[in-house]
T-cell receptor, first 118, second 114 residues
Framework: AQTVTQSQPEMSVQEAETVTLSCTYDTSESDYYLFWYKQPPSRQMILVIRQEAYKQQNATENRFSVNFQKAAKSFSLKISDSQLGDAAMYFCAYRSASRGSTLGRLYFGRGTQLTVWP | GAVVSQHPSRVICKSGTSVKIECRSLDFQATTMFWYRQFPKQSLMLMATSNEGSKATYEQGVEKDKFLINHASLTLSTLTVTSAHPEDSSFYIC??????????FGDGTRLSIL
């Protein structure tokens, strides 16, 4: 089964600064999707950004961008100009693009708790 | 955008009660729905995968007789926690997916068994 590893249980950043959250994954597949989800204290799961493995260009959504290194199986999230509202648990997730019994299933990392200091 | 409605958001009930949680996709037909359980400060743990009109596929270690899943239509899946006990207290969250979109999550159900 695919595994997703987030090696930073906790991270903190000063407001307006930049922080990078790490994620690595293990797969033998060549076509897949990667996601970052944010879970604030309300526990709602919010999609932050997604990346298709066949695309070389790194995805960007406003202040959020990823550094996707396919050969290294690395998918880090950079948050620029951090805001107090960015404080949350962040989960990295993998989804296969292949058909089969696991179609649509997300594999999650353990999460990184991000604290933003004013 | 796509919305998934999960109801109820909070349940408090006595031990031995059965509790039903609904998950609805409001503006798309979900090929598959997933049910997760989450303990405090931990990741989402997949309990089962549900496809419309077929039996749910349960993850190893999840009791199918304890956690009954019904997926009667392309927009509705239900999770019933039967004869709930305090150890079943947790946060349960569903997600719905079709092949065209990322997974969309419900807002979760906080279940407390006294």
């Amino acid at each position: 089964a695919q595994t997703v590893t987030q090696s930073q249980p906790e991270m903190s950043v000063q407001e307006a600064e930049t922080v990078t959250l790490s994620c690595t994954y293990d797969t033998s597949e060549s076509d897949y999707y990667l996601f970052w989800y944010k879970q604030p204290p309300s526990r709602q799961m919010i999609l932050v950004i997604r990346q298709e493995a066949y695309k070389q260009q790194n995805a960007t959504e406003n202040r959020f961008s990823v550094n996707f290194q396919k050969a290294a199986k690395s998918f880090s999230l950079k948050i620029s100009d951090s805001q107090l509202g960015d404080a949350a648990m962040y989960f990295c997730a993998y989804r296969s693009a292949s058909r089969g019994s696991t179609l649509g299933r997300l594999y999650f990392g353990r999460g990184t708790q991000l604290t933003v200091w004013p | 955008g796509a919305v998934v409605s999960q109801h109820p958001s909070r349940v408090i009930c006595k031990s031995g009660t059965s509790v039903k949680i609904e998950c609805r996709s409001l503006d798309f037909q979900a090929t598959t729905m997933f049910w997760y359980r989450q303990f405090p400060k931990q990741s989402l743990m997949l309990m089962a995968t549900s496809n419309e009109g077929s039996k749910a596929t349960y993850e190893q270690g999840v009791e199918k007789d304890k956690f009954l899943i019904n997926h009667a239509s392309l927009t509705l899946s239900t999770l019933t926690v039967t004869s709930a006990h305090p150890e079943d207290s947790s946060f349960y969250i569903c997600s719905a997916w079709d092949t065209k979109q990322p997974q969309h999550f419900g807002d979760g159900t906080r279940l407390s068994i006294l």
